[in-house]
């Protein structure tokens, strides 16, 4: 019963960090206000700008996790 709940804990992060991932990668656009990876979740880089007006943020292109 112990390495089934183990592996159970295990897969079940393992699923929760792929997806985190790569649903990060599928928006084109980052919001940028401070150090760090940045707010992507934009498509289009006129969301990004209408989202950093008047905040002082900027908006770059989001090429995925480096490697």
């Given amino acids: 019963m112990r390495k089934f709940v183990i ?3 295990s897969l ?3 699923l929760i960090a792929a997806s985190n991932g790569a649903e990060a990668r599928s928006y084109r ?3 940028k206000n401070s150090p760090g990876p940045g707010d ?3 498509s289009s880089y006129r969301q990004c700008k209408a ?8 908006c770059v ?3 995925g996790p480096r490697r």
């Fill in 51 to 58: 989202s950093a007006s008047g905040t002082g943020a900027i």
């Fill in 7 to 9: 592996a159970a804990v």
């Fill in 12 to 14: 079940s992060i393992a």
């Fill in 29 to 31: 656009y980052c919001l």
């Fill in 40 to 42: 992507c979740k934009y």
């Fill in 61 to 63: 292109r989001n090429y």
